[in-house]
């Protein structure tokens, strides 16, 4: 994995909001969402980042695209620090680096036509010198994602949610960017629908060499798509690997956990199951001293309240416990 390009690498990334009371003044407490994230996304690759709503996920995807401005840490894209780059810098980093968003309901301007939303990255940088050919790449792009081209001058309402998050792919593939920002993409859809949305995304990746941040829940799907997984916890990183290692044998309890609550129909993998995790996730504005996890987990002993594991390569993997497991 090391001899792979880098395409984005982070290092220490944080994002903390202090928290105020109903006069806007701010108080001591402080909300630590992602905390100390380092982590690498190879080029051509879809490294996809799961964990339970509250996780920091989605927050780490927009600080990617310095959507959100981090507190700490640096974001290198092709070898650049982009946390110190001006607005004027961020609007060339975007012709590289784009989003689709989860919901194409919200995501879309309903007030303005197909062939509008399309064509918005192409106007804003000025790609091409006549609308004319600004809307053959529109027609382009349509066709490229499944949307018929006759169909341009209707509006987002007239169409279902598949087609709309296909609309919104076409709009991200707009200006040939070479990472993708996937957030959810196929949450608020019928899960036929999530299939074919899928399927597009990887024809895409193959033919223009797309590199996918992968950002979801689901642990079926992020299994379908991805290549590294990366599982996080309140705001921290717990264990990074390839796909099938993490579900044959997972390293971090929680990961493990994680898997066992998948449902699944094959009466072995249900026997084998341990106990499912007991307690309510730990506050992220007070999180637990040392190992985030350890308030849930079973295996905990006393230097996991003590200090803090850090994440560690054990083999192709890395993990952050004390206590690795060694049987998947």
């Known amino acids: 994995m090391s001899e792979r390009e880098v395409l984005l690498l982070t290092r220490r990334l944080t994002k903390e909001y202090r ?3 109903s006069f ?24 996809s980042l799961v964990g339970e709503s509250g996780c920091g996920k989605s927050t780490l995807g927009r600080m990617l695209m310095r959507l959100i401005e981090p507190t700490d840490g640096q974001i290198l894209f092709e070898g650049k620090d982009i946390t110190i780059y001006s607005e004027k810098q961020m609007n060339q980093v975007y012709k590289k680096i784009q989003m689709i968003f989860q919901d194409p309901y919200a995501s879309l301007d309903p007030r303005m036509k197909v062939r509008d939303l399309i ?26 994602v499944g949307i018929r081209p006759e ?7 007239q169409f279902s949610g598949g087609q709309r998050q296909r609309i919104g792919i076409a709009r991200a593939l707009a200006l040939n960017p070479k990472l993708i920002v996937c957030d959810e993409p196929v949450s608020a859809l019928d899960v036929s629908i999530q299939s074919q949305i899928l399927n597009l995304l990887k024809d895409l990746q193959q033919e223009f060499d797309l590199t996918y941040l992968f950002i979801s829940h689901d642990l079926g799907v992020v299994h379908y798509i991805s290549d590294r997984i990366c599982v996080m916890f309140l705001g921290k990183v717990c264990e990074i690997g390839e796909t099938e ?5 997972p390293m971090h309890p929680y990961t493990r956990f994680l898997l066992q609550a998948v ?15 007991a307690g309510e996730i730990p506050s992220a504005v007070n999180p637990p001293s040392g190992c985030r996890f350890r308030t849930r987990c079973p295996y905990a002993k006393t230097v996991c309240g003590e200090k ?21």
């Open 19 to 21: 928290l105020k009371n």
């Open 24 to 47: 806007g003044v701010s108080k001591k407490q402080v909300v630590h969402a992602v905390s100390g994230v380092s982590l690498e996304i190879y080029k051509g690759e879809t490294l």
């Open 119 to 144: 064509a918005e990255p192409l106007v804003t940088h000025k790609v091409y010198p006549t609308k004319e050919a600004t809307e053959e790449r529109v027609k382009e792009l349509m066709h490229m």
């Open 151 to 157: 169909l341009i001058d209707r509006y987002p309402h």
């Open 245 to 249: 290692e993490i579900y044959d044998s």
């Open 263 to 277: 449902p699944s129909m094959d009466p072995e993998k249900v026997q084998k199951r341990e106990q499912i995790l």
């Open 308 to 328: 803090e594991p850090e994440l560690k390569e054990l083999g192709d993997r890395k993990v952050a416990c004390h206590f690795p497991l060694t049987e998947g």
